[in-house]
């Protein structure tokens, strides 16, 4: 089932610093739904997360004062803005960035140094930023390991995970580190990442309320994802824009597949 979601109206608020709301990512979820769309200009509100997909990886998270951006390859768009924090995931040039701002005061690898596995959890007061590490292909049939983290985002009592450039489905222990994943960002491209069935019997097995698929190539794999994932009991909602504003109130009652439709900042 597919449908249309129109923009609504947010009204200002202050961008003022707050404490984060506690998320309890290893416990479940619950609460009723209610969706809201806005520009990435306006203010959030202290109990919401915006989303922006901003292009291909890259998508925007942002809290009254901070804003993060996931697989950052550089550019964002035509726009004056600083990160306060972006993660990069390794696997191809177009999810990291040689020469990331000197001013972005996080930035947060997906991949360790020395064969280490990357170990972050930052703590800034309204989000909370952790990795968990997967392996990705070499090209050759075998593994490098944890060449790749899914990044979990800990905001507005939400539990937000982006998937990276994912090649194989979690391990059970994978999915205990995650814990509880209210909003899923997985990639959907079905030949660089992971084939489509496996994608989708990795969100059956996370089950989020809400996924939101990136990294799609074209509307054809992206439909592929989508049908299939009709098949296994999730809505599918298609916004008409990049933005999405969440709370846990406004959390579906029912598995959710939203397509957002990517856009450079500043377009």
């Known amino acids: 089932m597919l449908r249309h979601l129109l923009p609504a109206v947010l009204l200002p608020l202050p961008a003022l610093a707050q404490e984060r709301i506690p998320s309890h990512c290893l416990a479940f979820a619950e609460g009723p739904a209610r969706l809201q769309t806005a520009a990435w ?83 800034l007061g309204e989000m909370r930023i952790r990795n968990v590490p997967t392996d990705i292909r070499n090209g050759r049939g075998g593994r490098i390991p944890d060449g790749n983290s899914i990044f979990l985002f800990e905001a507005a009592g939400l539990c937000l995970g982006h998937m990276g450039h994912l090649h194989h489905e979690p391990t059970e222990e994978d999915y205990a580190a995650m814990g509880r994943v209210d909003v899923a960002m997985v990639a959907v491209d079905g030949g660089l990442t992971l084939p489509i069935e496996e994608v989708i019997a990795t969100m059956e097995r996370l089950r989020a309320s809400v996924v939101i698929p990136i990294h799609a190539f074209g509307p054809v794999p992206l439909g592929r994802f989508a049908d299939g994932m009709a098949e296994a009991g999730f809505d599918v909602v298609r916004l008409e824009g990049a933005e999405l504003v969440m709370s846990r109130e406004r959390l579906p009652s029912r598995p959710t597949v939203m397509i957002l439709e990517p856009s450079f900042l500043g377009e």
């Open 41 to 123: 200009t306006d203010p959030v509100a202290p109990d919401s997360v915006r989303l922006t997909y901003v292009d291909h990886s890259m998508v925007l998270i942002q809290t009254p004062s901070l804003r993060a951006v996931t697989d950052f390859n550089g550019y964002l768009g035509n726009v004056d803005l600083v990160p306060d924090v972006v993660t990069m995931n390794r696997a191809h040039t177009t999810h990291f960035t040689r020469v990331p701002d000197p001013a972005i005061p996080h930035v947060l690898n997906g991949w360790g140094e020395a064969g280490a596995a990357a170990a972050h959890d930052l703590d």
